[in-house]
């Protein structure tokens, strides 16, 4: 049975929890952010730009999506356009050039707090969108599960879906599988939307040099189904030899099954590294590109259903 989530961010403090953010975005939206423009509960948007602090001229990026079309279920969405922003006041010189994005979390007078607890294994993230997007823009939608330990975050899952393309007219459901990298049990998750998903690997920071003009729209977020435990999962019993692991300039994954014809490596912040086609039951990737750490695979069928996945250590 599908659960609403209670994430919040990890972007800026640690220890102190934030508000359960409003998944459904049909609450009154309020001004928590000293002097910025209303955001929904549990949220922080770049909208926290438009603080007299910062920049009263920076325009609104983040609305209440309540006309046809902009929710999947009740009556409002959460829309996030990719504007150009002033790096004055307050932040001048550190905030990016462009923004339009929303992640999970809360402001304290001036400090933004993180940490609403989160202790489940989902399998799937669930929610709708519509994205249109400009000169090649992407946009997307991204979760992250971790567990504090001894100050330090430790990443136990993460998934990410981002799009390069407009979408259909309307409102389409979307999946994210997460993919996990270990056992533990987090105590904390963020979850993430840029209408321009300019973000750095490790999640923490946004890139500038988004394209002014796109768009996402999003709606009714939940979680679905248990992970139990990091051990490979496998679909038909698929047998996949992949050798060496940990890996240092190359891999190979090889299997004597016919129903696996693709390939895909992620990172750990659940972003597809390199996608490959068996030949023959057979692939190479070289790894001279990856940076040394923990990844996970995936083999696919022609239907991209799930064969099986595992972790892939590279070493350099």
């Not at 955001?39 to 325009?59: A, K, R």
């Not at 840029?194 to 999640?203: L, R, V």
Request: hydrophobic share 40%.
């Amino acid at each position: 049975m599908k659960k609403l989530l209670l994430l919040t961010t990890s972007l800026f403090s640690l220890g102190t929890f934030a508000q359960a953010p409003d998944f459904t975005f049909e609450g009154t939206w309020s001004n928590s952010t000293f002097g910025s423009v209303a955001d929904p509960t549990g949220w922080v948007t770049s909208n926290l730009l438009t603080s007299f602090l910062i920049s009263s001229s920076n325009p609104i990026t983040t609305t209440q999506g309540t006309a046809a079309g902009n929710f999947c279920q009740g009556l409002a969405g959460m829309r996030l356009e990719t504007k150009k922003m002033q790096t004055v006041g307050l932040l001048a010189g550190t905030i990016p050039d462009t923004c339009g994005f929303a992640f999970s979390g809360s402001i304290a007078g001036t400090v933004l707090k993180d940490g609403v607890a989160f202790t489940q294994r989902p399998l799937q993230l669930t929610y709708c969108y519509n994205t249109t997007l400009v000169g090649g823009d992407t946009s997307g939608v991204g979760i992250r599960l971790w567990k504090w330990q001894g100050g330090t975050r430790v990443f136990v899952a993460t998934g990410t879906n981002t799009y390069i393309a407009n979408s259909p007219a309307g409102m389409t459901n979307q999946v994210i599988n997460l993919n996990y990298l270990n056992n533990l049990i987090p105590d904390s998750a963020l979850f993430l939307v840029g209408s321009s998903y300019k973000f750095p690997i490790n999640g923490l920071n946004l890139r500038k040099k988004a394209k002014v003009g796109s768009t996402i729209t999003v709606d009714n977020f939940a979680t679905a189904g248990t992970f139990v435990g990091i051990k490979e999962r496998t679909v038909g019993e698929l047998a996949l030899n992949v050798f060496p692991n940990p890996a240092n300039t190359f891999v190979r994954f090889a299997t004597e099954n016919a129903d696996a014809t693709s390939l895909e490596i992620y990172d750990i912040t659940g972003k597809i590294v390199s996608t490959h086609t068996f030949e023959n039951g057979k692939i190479q990737v070289a790894l001279s590109t990856y940076q040394s750490g923990l990844y996970v695979y995936k083999v696919y069928d022609n239907s991209k259903q799930l064969l099986k996945a595992g972790k892939l250590t590279v070493t350099h």
